[in-house]
């Protein structure tokens, strides 16, 4: 067979890296098809290159010769790598990656066809799980709710952190007017060295003390540079009835922002707090509106609201359920004990304007280890003289001895009552004693003189 007819049994294609076939190399000639064999279409050579390859190592002698081609040898390798196309190969097995996709990717198709399914027969049957719920509504409360008074209040109400006196502590209190006073009890900041006052929207700032006084438990303090205060409105305690709806706001437990809600238990109920009497610490004599609101340690200070969010009482006393009252983490049992609004508007406006508190008196020393009905006038004063000097009592015709029974009418069971009735009134009032004397009952005039408090 002449090099013209010769044919090769297995032709080959080059293909570039850039993917385009290249020629085929001299001396590798086309396949022809015989003459009893279905006809075979040629393939195609690519544009020649101009350096033609002078052998195939595919069909040539193992030195790169092509077969009965003369010339010199031909190395495809030297030009370019070569990537043969195999046609004629059985295709790759799939490899791992494509069969863990391919098995991810049919159980999401099962999972989200069999979903569909499960939904389509629940409503179909029925029987799907849909609990009824209420939709939502406006959050806007009426204003005498005690969502409603909260919402109106909360924004005067502080909590306090003092410190100072070899501890720290958490109170409460209420913004005043617009100058930045705030009204507190006296037991919460009696040893601050340091107060920082924090609203409702988280944002805290120093106080100074403005004034204090232990007998009446109250004490003002005063915060600079807050803008938007919002004082609260100050209501009228003469108009309390028992079984008034009442909310207390405060920190218990330094919880801040804590809303309770009660009624008002009582009115005019004489309480003592703070010190022992006798040992020069504070006490406190107030005729206190009594709630069962729960007051717990921390809501002393706070508003006591009406409902119409009017300060009625300044929070300041609870019994708890141990019998030591001085168990600051007893909680509360529903006996709580406010001051009412009209003696801390006075002794408020009073430590604003001077720094300091008047009490009012009748001017007379009183036996306090008299254990009958009714507060005696002591034989002796303190210092050893009159116990009726010149004064308010002196000129209401009081004598020692004297037991008084009734104060304005009401009736009063010792010294510390006694005491508690004249402070909730202000000095140059005028009230009506019921005295017992001598085994008989008479009724005394006595306009209150006023002395500096503590």
């Known amino acids: 067979?002449?090099?013209?007819?010769?044919?090769?049994?297995?032709?080959?294609?080059?293909?570039r890296p850039d993917g385009l076939p290249d020629a085929a190399p001299d001396g590798v000639p086309a396949p022809r098809p015989s003459s009893d064999a279905e006809p075979v279409a040629e393939p195609v050579a690519g544009p020649a290159t101009g350096d033609q390859p002078e052998g195939d190592p595919g069909t040539g002698d193992s030195d790169g010769q092509a077969p009965g081609a003369d010339g010199p040898r031909y190395d495809p390798w030297a030009v370019r790598p070569l990537h043969v196309v195999d046609a004629g190969k059985a295709p790759r097995g799939i490899r791992i990656w494509q069969m863990v996709a391919l098995g991810v990717g049919t159980a999401l198709l099962a999972g989200g066809i069999?979903?569909?399914?499960?939904v389509l027969a629940e409503r179909q049957s029925g029987t799907r799980l849909e609990l009824p719920q209420a939709a939502p509504v406006s959050k806007d409360r009426a204003p005498e709710s005690v969502a409603g008074i909260a919402a109106t209040a909360l924004p005067g109400v502080v909590t306090l952190h003092v410190s100072g006196g070899g501890g720290s502590g958490t109170g409460t209190g209420f913004v005043l007017d617009a100058q930045g006073h705030i009204l507190t009890n006296?037991?919460?900041?009696?040893?601050?060295?340091?107060?920082?006052?924090?609203?409702?929207?988280?944002?805290?700032?120093?106080?100074?003390?403005?004034?204090?006084?232990?007998?009446?438990?109250?004490?003002v303090v005063k915060v600079t540079g807050v803008r938007g205060l919002r004082p609260l409105a100050l209501g009228n305690s003469e108009n309390v009835k028992v079984g008034?709806?009442?909310?207390?706001?405060?920190?218990?437990?330094d919880l801040s922002n804590t809303v309770t809600a009660g009624i008002i238990s009582a009115t005019g109920r004489p309480i003592t707090a703070g010190g022992d009497k006798g040992?020069?610490?504070?006490?406190?004599?107030?005729?206190?509106?009594?709630?069962?609101?729960?007051?717990?340690?921390?809501?002393?200070?706070?508003?006591?609201?009406?409902?119409?969010?009017h300060v009625i009482g300044i929070n300041s006393a609870i019994r708890g359920a141990d019998k030591d009252d001085s168990d600051q983490q007893s909680g509360s049992i529903g006996l709580?004990?406010?001051?009412?609004?009209?003696?801390?508007?006075?002794?408020?406006?009073?430590?604003?304007?001077t720094g300091h508190a008047t009490h009012p008196v009748i001017g007379v020393t009183l036996d306090m280890q008299y254990t009958g009905d009714g507060a005696r006038v002591a034989a002796k004063g303190e210092d050893g003289k009159s116990a009726v000097?010149?004064?308010?009592?002196?000129?209401?015709?009081?004598?020692?001895?004297?037991?008084?029974?009734?104060?304005?009418?009401?009736?009063?069971?010792?010294?510390?009552?006694?005491?508690?009735?004249?402070r909730a009134h202000r000095p140059g009032d005028a009230l009506t004693l019921t005295v017992l004397r001598e085994g008989r009952e008479r009724t005394l005039e006595v306009v209150l003189g006023s002395s500096n408090g503590s």
């Open 336 to 353: 709580g004990f406010a001051i009412p609004v009209n003696q801390g508007k006075r002794v408020a406006e009073e430590l604003i304007r």
């Open 279 to 309: 040992d020069g610490g504070d006490v406190s004599y107030v005729d206190a509106l009594q709630t069962d609101a729960p007051i717990n340690p921390g809501n002393s200070g706070g508003p006591l609201l009406d409902a119409k969010a």
């Open 389 to 422: 000097p010149p004064g308010p009592g002196a000129r209401a015709g009081m004598k020692p001895g004297d037991v008084i029974t009734k104060v304005d009418g009401q009736r009063v069971h010792g010294g510390d009552e006694l005491i508690i009735k004249i």
């Open 114 to 118: 069999g979903g569909y399914l499960g």
């Open 1 to 15: 067979m002449s090099d013209s007819q010769q044919t090769d049994p297995a032709p080959r294609w080059w293909s």
């Open 186 to 219: 006296n037991h919460v900041v009696a040893d601050a060295k340091a107060i920082t006052v924090t609203f409702s929207t988280g944002e805290s700032v120093a106080a100074e003390l403005v004034g204090r006084d232990g007998g009446y438990d109250l004490a």
């Open 244 to 253: 008034d709806p009442v909310v207390a706001i405060g920190a218990p437990f």
